[in-house]
Every structure is written in C-alpha cells, then in structure tokens.
C-alpha cells in the first residue's frame, strides 16, 4: 500500500494544475484536500490517479528506473545515471517501486535486468520504465521496444541526459557489428568454390 502524501505545490505541479485552481476545487467540493494537524492541504496517491484517469488495475502497477553502462570501469557512470534518475524522479513528486541496473553492451539482448524488466512489462505488471538516455535501454531497435511496451500499457520516459550516453560505447559497439560482419563474410569466403557450383548448377538445370 502506497502511503505517499504530497503538499499543494507538488500535487499541483503532478496533476498540471495550479495552486489556484486546486484550492477552488477543494473549497467547490470537486477534490477536497486532507488536512494536516496545521490545517495544511495534502493530498494521496489515490487523489493523483483519480485526477489523472488512472485505473485500479493500472495504479497497481510498479514504477522502474534502468540503469546500464557497458563496462565495470564505468560503474561511475551508473551511479551518475541514478543520481540523475532519482532526482528527476523526486521532482515528479513520485517514487521508484524498483531499481535494475546492467553491466553489458546495448547490443546485448541476453542482460539479465533487462529481461527481467521485459517480463515484467509483458505481465503487465510495470507501468512507467524511467532511463536517462535511449540507448541506456538498447544500442538499436528501441522503437521496437517501445511499441512493444505501449502494447502492453507501460510507458517509457526518457530525461535526455546526453552526458550520461558515454560517446566511447558508440565506437564499441560499432566495432563489435563490424567485426560481426567481417566474420560472416570471412566464413562466406571459405565456402566460394562450393557457393559457386551450386549457382552453376542451379543455372544450368533451369
């Protein structure tokens, strides 16, 4: 059970309101703000989905913040990006049900964290996935992804934080493809003869 309060600024500033228009709702009848033992207005996590539309079934649902760097030496680069994230986070004026974080290439669809968090959302059980930056989640494909959680009711939110999207893992990992390819090719290579009688062939029978 989330007991999680927020005074009128914060509350105003999550529902896109402003203070104004929040106090003459609560004086209207249209959502009456709690009381504090000093007559102060706070409101509930309950009274944000109520005015944003949310569903029960929707409200239910965990917040997750990923975090990924592609190496140990950049472990300070993740703690960086969680720095970055929960500040954000605390200016939304919402908190974080679950952190994951990953040490591996954006090339790398086998992350651990990664999976998990895609099982997650694929249960329905997620509906916000916080990153700092696109290809914190994935290197390519994020589209992909991202249709895949809209599918599923889960949005993803990226601050844009370009300082915590290392220029050194785009070099790598364009390494990594080439050098992928120059293997295939090379395999290819050691199979010319037997690629080309078979052309010939196939040819010769049509």
């Known amino acids: 059970m989330n007991n999680t309060v927020y005074n009128l600024g914060t509350f105003a500033k999550m529902v896109g309101k402003s203070t ?13 703000a709690h009381r504090s033992n000093t007559n102060r ?12 539309g949310i569903s029960p079934e929707l409200a239910k649902r965990k917040i997750f913040c990923y975090t990924r760097v592609s190496g140990n030496d950049q472990k300070n680069d993740l703690d960086s990006q969680k720095k970055s994230l929960e500040q954000f986070m605390i200016a939304q004026g919402v908190s974080v049900d679950e952190w994951l974080s990953d040490i ?6 086998k992350r651990k964290h990664f ?8 249960n329905k059980q997620v509906s916000k996935i916080i990153i700092a930056h696109k290809d914190r989640l994935v290197r390519f494909g994020y589209e992909w992804f991202e249709a895949f959680c809209q599918r599923h009711e889960c949005e993803i939110v990226v601050i844009n934080v370009e300082s915590l999207s290392p220029a050194e893992e785009v ?5 990594t493809i080439i050098h992928c390819f120059s293997s295939r090719l090379y ?20």
């Open 20 to 32: 104004r228009t929040l106090q003459k709702w609560d004086y209207d009848g249209v959502l009456v």
């Open 41 to 52: 207005r706070y409101y509930t996590i309950d009274q944000y989905y109520a005015v944003m």
């Open 104 to 109: 591996g290439s954006g090339l790398n669809y």
């Open 115 to 122: 999976n998990e968090l895609l099982v997650e959302v694929e």
């Open 171 to 175: 070099t790598q990992d364009l390494l």
């Open 187 to 206: 395999g290819l290579r050691r199979y010319k003869k037997e690629i080309k009688e078979m052309v010939v062939s196939d040819e010769t029978n049509h």
